[in-house]
C-alpha cells in the first residue's frame, strides 16, 4: 500500500471561532488556547483578525512572538491597509507567518455586499496577494460563498490569484450550503480547469448550516483537497465550522478507505476541548462526537455486555487515543498530589508548584463535601484558584432565602476596594436577588446580558458551575464560579467578571 497523504490542519479556533457569539476571549486566553494547538501539533493556526482591534491585533502578534512549530495566520480584506496591519502582526513568526486574505465571489455577495463587478473582484484580489506576496511568500486566498459562485468566474479568479503569488487557495462553503458529491464536484472542476492548481495548495473551509460541514470537508480531500480548515468543538460562525477532532479521527479512523493522516497529536484532543469550554463557557453537547460526554459511555445493557467481552464491539476507535484516560483513578479525599497532579497535567494543564499547591488545598476542601472529583470539578477549580484576574472585589458571605411563599432575598457581604460591605436585596428569584445585591455593593453600571447554570458533575452532591456574561459601556466580560451551593456558584461567577471588567479598565487601549 502507498503511503498516506498528509492533510495540512488549519486550526481557526482563534479567527472563525472566536466569530461565534459569546466566544471572545482576551489575549491571555487566546494565548492559552495557542499553547493547546501547539502541542496539539496543528500545521497552521489562525490567530486572528488583526485590523479588527487592538486586542486581536496584539493577541496575533503575542501568539507570533511566542508560539514554536505551526504556521501562524492573520485575516484580512483585500485592501491595503488590513493586509499591513497583519504583516505588522505577523512579521515575529518569520517565514512562519502567513497573511490570509479574502473576497467574496458569489453574485450575491458582489452585488448586494461589495457592489463590485466580477472585473473589479478579481482585480482587487490580485492586488491584495501581490501586497502580500511582498511581505511573505506564505499566503493564503480565500474566495468567500465560493460554493454559490460560477464555476468559471471561480477558475478565472483561482488562476488569476495563483499567478500573483497564492501558495494557498481556500474553496470555502461560507454559509454551509454545499452537499459532499457536489462539494467534491467543485474541487474536481478546479482540478481540471486551472491551468496552474498545482502550484497551490487546495484548502477547504465549511460551515455546518446544514450540519455536513465534516461530510463536506472529507468529499473535498477525496477530490484532492490538501488542507482542511477546521475548529475545536467545531465553534464558529452560526451553527459553526467543521470540527478539528471530528475531521481528524474520521481520517485516523478510516484510513482502509481513506488514504490520508494528519500531523496532530491527538491524545491531545479531550484536553483542547475540555480547556476551551472553560474559557468560553460554551459547553459541548453530551452526545457530540469525539468529546461529548457521552462519547464513550455505555448505557444499555446488550452494550455493556458487548464492550465488556471486547472494546470494540461498541467502539470504533479507543478513548485514550483523544487523551481520554479510560482506567482513570477515582480521585477524593483519600487521594494524594501524585494523583492529583497526574490528573491535571492529563487535562492539559501545566501548573507551577505554587498553583498546584493552591489548587490541592481548594481540591481537598471540596473533597471533604464531594464523594468523587471528576474531571470538570478540576476544571473548575482551575478556573476559580489560577485564571484568575486581580480581585477588587470579594465576595466575603451570603445567605439567601426563597421559596413559594416568602419573597426571595439575598443578604451578601462584600470586599470593595478593601471595604467591608454589606446589603440585603429581595428579587425576582434567588439569582435576581443575589445579583442584584453585588451590583449594589460594587456599584458598577453593568448589564447582565447572559448566566447560565450547570450541574457540572452528576448526583445531588454536584458541584454547580455558572457562567455570567455582563456588559459596561460596550465591553463585554465572561465570569464563571464553581460551588456546590449554585446560588453561590453564580455569586462568583457574577463576581468574576466585574473583577475582569475592573482590571481592563485599568489598562490603556493597547493592552486590550
Ligand atoms: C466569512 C468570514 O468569516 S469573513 C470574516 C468576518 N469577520 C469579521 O467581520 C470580524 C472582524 N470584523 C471587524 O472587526 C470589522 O467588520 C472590520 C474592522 C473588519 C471592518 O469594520 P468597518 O470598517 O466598520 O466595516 P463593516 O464591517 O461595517 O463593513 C465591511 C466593509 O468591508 C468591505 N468588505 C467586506 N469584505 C471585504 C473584503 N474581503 N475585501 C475588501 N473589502 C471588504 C465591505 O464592502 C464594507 O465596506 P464599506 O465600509 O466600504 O461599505
Ligand atoms: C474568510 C473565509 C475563509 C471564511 O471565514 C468563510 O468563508 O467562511
Not at 498516506?4 to 476571549?25: C, N, V, W
Not at 496543528?42 to 512572538?65: C, L, N, R, T
Not at 479510560?326 to 505554587?354: M, P, T
Request: hydrophobic letters at 40%; one cysteine or more; charged letters at 25%.
Amino acid at each position: 500500500m502507498s503511503e498516506p497523504k498528509k492533510i495540512l490542519i488549519f486550526d481557526t479556533t482563534l479567527r472563525d471561532g472566536e466569530q461565534s457569539p459569546g466566544a471572545s476571549m482576551t489575549i491571555e486566553e487566546k494565548l492559552r488556547i495557542a499553547h493547546q494547538l501547539e502541542k496539539m501539533n496543528v500545521d497552521v493556526m489562525e490567530a486572528g483578525f488583526p485590523i479588527a482591534s487592538e486586542g486581536d491585533f496584539e493577541a496575533v502578534k503575542k501568539i507570533a512572538q511566542t508560539i514554536k512549530g505551526p504556521q501562524i495566520a492573520g485575516l484580512s480584506r483585500a485592501n491595503d491597509k488590513d493586509i499591513d496591519r497583519a504583516w505588522e502582526a505577523l512579521k515575529y513568526a518569520g517565514d512562519r507567518g502567513r497573511i490570509h486574505t479574502f473576497i467574496a465571489t458569489s453574485d450575491i455577495h458582489m452585488k448586494h455586499k461589495l457592489k463590485m463587478t466580477e472585473d473589479e473582484v478579481v482585480e482587487t484580489a490580485v492586488k491584495a496577494v501581490k501586497r502580500a506576496a511582498g511581505y511573505t511568500p506564505n499566503v493564503e486566498f480565500s474566495a468567500e460563498d465560493a460554493v454559490r459562485t460560477r464555476l468559471p468566474f471561480l477558475a478565472r479568479i483561482v488562476e488569476a490569484v495563483i499567478d500573483a503569488g497564492a501558495t494557498t487557495v481556500n474553496i470555502p462553503d461560507t454559509v454551509g450550503y454545499t452537499m459532499p458529491n457536489e462539494y467534491y464536484d467543485i474541487i474536481r472542476y478546479l482540478k481540471e480547469n486551472v491551468p496552474n492548481i498545482e502550484r497551490a495548495v487546495i484548502s477547504v473551509h465549511c460551515h455546518n448550516d446544514l450540519g455536513l460541514s465534516v461530510a463536506n470537508s472529507l468529499a473535498a480531500i477525496r477530490a484532492g483537497a490538501g488542507q482542511v480548515e477546521c475548529t475545536v468543538n467545531g465553534i464558529g460562525e452560526r451553527a459553526g465550522n467543521c470540527s478539528l477532532e471530528e475531521v481528524v479521527m474520521g481520517l485516523k479512523t478510516r484510513q482502509d478507505i481513506m488514504p490520508y493522516k494528519t500531523d496532530v497529536v491527538t491524545e491531545h484532543i479531550y484536553a483542547t476541548s475540555r480547556l476551551l469550554t472553560t474559557i468560553t463557557g460554551i459547553v459541548v453537547q453530551p452526545n457530540k462526537a469525539i468529546v461529548g460526554a457521552n462519547a464513550f459511555a455505555h448505557e444499555a445493557g446488550i452494550h455493556q455486555h458487548g464492550v465488556l467481552m471486547e472494546k470494540s464491539t461498541y467502539e470504533i476507535m479507543t478513548p485514550e487515543s483523544i487523551g481520554l484516560n479510560q482506567n482513570k483513578l477515582v480521585l477524593g479525599k483519600h487521594s494524594g498530589r501524585h494523583a492529583f497532579i497526574q490528573r491535571l497535567e492529563s487535562l492539559g494543564y501545566d501548573l507551577s508548584k505554587e498553583d498546584i499547591e493552591k489548587a490541592f488545598v481548594r481540591f481537598k476542601a471540596l473533597a471533604d463535601v464531594k464523594k468523587e472529583i471528576f474531571d470538570e470539578d478540576l476544571d473548575a477549580i482551575v478556573a476559580d484558584e489560577i485564571i484568575r484576574v486581580p480581585e477588587r472585589y470579594k465576595l466575603l458571605q451570603m445567605n439567601v432565602s426563597s421559596g413559594s411563599f416568602a419573597a426571595p432575598t439575598a443578604t451578601v457581604q462584600m470586599e470593595v476596594d478593601g471595604e467591608i460591605c454589606k446589603t440585603a436585596v429581595i428579587g425576582d428569584g434567588p439569582v435576581d436577588a443575589t445579583f442584584k445585591a453585588i451590583k449594589d455593593l460594587s456599584g458598577c453600571d453593568v448589564r447582565l446580558l447572559h448566566f447560565s447554570v450547570g450541574a457540572i458533575t452528576g448526583g445531588t452532591d454536584a458541584q454547580g458551575e455558572c457562567t455570567v456574561r455582563l456588559e459596561e459601556q460596550g465591553r463585554e466580560q465572561l465570569g464563571q464560579g464553581a460551588h456546590p451551593d449554585i446560588i453561590v456558584a453564580a455569586a462568583k461567577a457574577y463576581i468574576n467578571a466585574l473583577n475582569k471588567i475592573a482590571s481592563l479598565q485599568k489598562r490603556t487601549p493597547v493592552d486590550l
